[in-house]
């Protein structure tokens, strides 16, 4: 499949350019750092054109491009909704018909830890980052709803090489699994709309990756193999200040 990334610079584009490629697919990058000859260096949210360019012909976009941490109000409702919006409308006109959306744990971070967590539950995001992943995946559930777009929002734990904290034994995604559960929502035939979790096969999971699962993704990982390394050592922030909600150090009450 012809896929266009955005976001192609950061962490998880970076790992998902170079695994989509080897998973077949003919992947193109945007990024407004500069990352290599196949990312092109563009502003999303200045640069109308290029998003159309680039999307002319493809067969799906992952959408990753976005402030990945906590910011104001207004930055958060450009960074994610605004931009969100531009590629879905992109998408439209370009006839791209699979979307793969970067959404986050924390638009359910004040989710207490502990039980199964169903992907449908009522958004508790806890942070204007994940309301605004929040508010993303319902936008795109309306071009869904409304225009027919297949879409996939996955709700993405602790994206890491390898899990560092207490919290990370159940939210780790790991690089190989990341591409695995792409690479699924881009091929299935069956995805329509979907929220799913995005983790690893780890045994002490709060989410429940039965709905990935139903849609191709075979996860690898798990991040009990560190556990007893990770236990050996003293709580960190991310286990210990809010070790009530899913959504970590994100969900601490001000
Ligand atoms: C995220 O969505 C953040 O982008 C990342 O920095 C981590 O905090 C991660 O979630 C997490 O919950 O561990």
Redesign the pocket.
């Given at each position: 499949m012809r896929v266009v990334i955005t976001g192609a610079a950061g962490r998880i584009g970076r790992v998902l350019m170079v695994g989509l490629g080897a998973a077949g697919h003919d992947v193109r990058g945007v990024d407004a750092v500069a990352a290599g000859d196949d990312v092109i260096v563009a502003d999303l949210a200045k640069d109308a054109d290029v998003l159309s360019r680039l999307m002319h012909g493809a067969d799906a976009v992952v959408h990753l491009a976005a402030i990945?941490?906590e910011t104001d109000f207004g930055t958060a409702v450009d960074s994610h909704i605004g931009l969100t919006h531009r590629v879905l409308e992109a998408a439209l006109a370009q006839r791209v018909p699979r979307v793969v959306y970067a959404s986050?744990?924390?638009a359910v971070?004040f989710a207490p830890r502990g039980p199964m967590l169903a992907v449908h539950v009522p958004a508790r995001p806890d942070s204007f980052?994940?309301f605004g992943?929040a508010a993303c995946e319902a936008l795109c559930s309306l071009y869904h709803d409304r225009h027919g777009l297949t879409v996939a929002c996955l709700r993405?734990?602790?994206?890491?090489e390898r899990p560092t904290t207490r919290?990370?034994l159940s939210?780790w995604l790991s690089h190989g699994d990341t591409i695995r559960l792409v690479d699924a929502c881009l091929r299935s035939p069956d995805l329509g709309f979907a929220i799913l979790y995005g983790i690893s096969a780890n045994t002490r999971a709060w989410w429940d990756l039965d709905p990935a699962r139903l849609l191709g993704y075979q996860p690898r990982d798990d991040a009990e193999e560190w556990a007893a390394e990770i236990e050996s050592t003293p709580p960190s922030d991310?286990d210990d200040l809010d070790g009530r909600y899913v959504?970590?150090?994100?969900a601490r009450p001000v």
């Open positions: 990945a941490s986050s744990n924390h971070g980052y994940g992943k993405i734990g602790s994206f890491r919290r990370h939210t991310d959504g970590g150090d994100f």
